[in-house]
């Protein structure tokens, strides 16, 4: 189970990728995706389901899910699941499990909040933690520029593109009106840019990502 479609469509690809040899039924149980088609994927008996919190509930709740025979049941980025209001559906969830079943939570950060839902649906866990010093990557080398004025910022970035041999990046927005504009800037600067923010349809996003990933866009 994860947080957003577009995270549980991504496990999904992953798990079919794994299981290309092993004739492996996968099933993405997530919301947009019609509820019949949903219904007719249950009923051929995937061996993993990969979905969201509402529908993965909605599909248990109305019989078409059965859950009798789950051997292990993943939550990824368990906080966020939580922080994002699903949290009745998990326990919907939770409690539609043979007493059988491993249960892996795998939050990114722990709280009273994550430590209840532990302590109510799991028997005897084992905790496995990072320690701080060690979530940076080894081998990668980490900077940062001081600007002081938000506008400067597109200035101090094309500056880095002129001095670093940058072939693909990345970058992060806090809204998407900043994204909105920021595109629109590297776009007038000749730069090839691949905006992707929450209001495009899986579709449009699927293509932006590939644009990415065959090299058509840069940024």
């Keep these: 189970m994860a947080p957003t479609r577009d995270l549980a469509l991504r496990i999904q690809k992953i798990v079919l990728s794994m299981g290309k040899y092993l004739d492996i039924n996968v099933n993405a149980s997530v919301g947009g995706k019609p509820v019949i088609e949903d219904i007719e994927a249950f009923k051929k008996g995937p061996q ?3 979905g969201t919190p509402g529908r993965v509930s909605s599909m248990i709740m109305r019989g078409f899910f059965q859950t009798d025979d789950i051997k292990m049941f993943f939550i990824s980025e368990f906080d966020e699941v939580l922080s994002t209001g699903f949290k009745e559906q998990i326990y919907k969830v939770f409690k539609s499990l043979p007493p059988t079943t491993q249960v892996v939570l795998m939050p990114a950060s722990v709280d009273m909040e994550v430590l209840e839902v532990v302590d109510e649906f799991m028997r005897d866990p084992i905790r496995i933690t990072m320690k701080k010093q060690d979530w940076h990557l080894e081998g990668i080398k980490q900077y940062y520029v001081n600007v002081n004025e938000e506008q400067d910022k ?3 970035l094309c500056d880095l593109y002129d001095s670093i041999p940058v072939t693909q990046a990345v970058i992060f927005c806090s809204t998407r009106r900043t994204l909105q504009e920021l595109t629109k ?13 929450s209001e495009l349809s899986q579709d449009e996003k699927d293509i932006k990502l590939k644009e990415f990933r065959t090299g058509a866009s840069r940024i």
């Design 48 to 50: 993993i389901v990969v």
């Design 154 to 156: 597109f200035d101090r």
């Design 185 to 197: 800037r590297f776009t007038h600067n000749k730069f090839t840019v691949s905006a992707i923010h």
